[in-house]
């Protein structure tokens, strides 16, 4: 039984990924995901995450085409 659940539920479940998954979602809940990286590090008191962490978000919103729209 549990199997031919699996198989029903598949398609509806990948339905579901695809449409939250989209390229305008991905670059909305990207940049707020991003931004609050960036907000993190900003207000922590250690200056090594600043230099560790910023660079790689920015070369993420870079290769994922996801503009800093703060």
Known sequence: ???FL??????????V??????EDNI?????????FIEDA????ATSIDDIAVLPIVATL???LN???ND
Do not use: C, H
Not at 27 to 35: E, N, Q, V
């Open 27 to 35: 670059r909305a809940y990207g940049d707020k995901l991003f931004d």
């Open 41 to 44: 590090v900003a207000d922590s």
């Open 17 to 22: 990924i695809s449409e939250l998954l989209n």
């Open 6 to 15: 699996l198989t029903m539920m598949g398609p509806m479940i990948q339905n």
């Open 1 to 3: 039984m549990n199997k």
């Open 66 to 68: 996801i503009p800093d």
């Open 61 to 63: 919103r870079k290769s």
